[in-house]
């Protein structure tokens, strides 16, 4: 039964019928113009906020030669002192009483 189904869908070829628009009826038209542009429009206002919000951001955000080393530059937060903190691995660290 399955076979006899797939077998007509696949053999079944659509009629032409005059519904359907052929040549320049199937063109987008103006309303598709009209889609694009609005889209062109929404990317140049999106691209134009987005670089005004790097620019803040970079401003906002301390330079190599300006940078207070006793804090941390994502966050703003005083950065923890080198010696307390714990070490990243471990496991590398020589076990204790090793050269």
Do not use: W
């Amino acid at each position: 039964m399955i076979r006899g189904l797939l077998l007509a869908a696949a053999t079944a070829t659509p009629s032409p019928s005059s519904s359907t628009p052929s040549g320049e009826g199937a063109k987008a038209g103006p309303i598709g113009l009209a889609v694009i542009l609005l889209l062109c429009i929404a990317c140049y206002f999106l691209f134009k906020s987005m670089s005004k919000h790097l620019r803040t951001v970079r401003e906002k955000f301390p330079s190599g030669e300006h940078a207070d080393a006793s804090t941390s530059p994502l966050t703003g937060r005083p950065a923890p002192p080198a010696g307390d903190a714990p070490p990243a691995n471990p496991a590398a660290q020589p076990p204790p009483g090793a050269a």
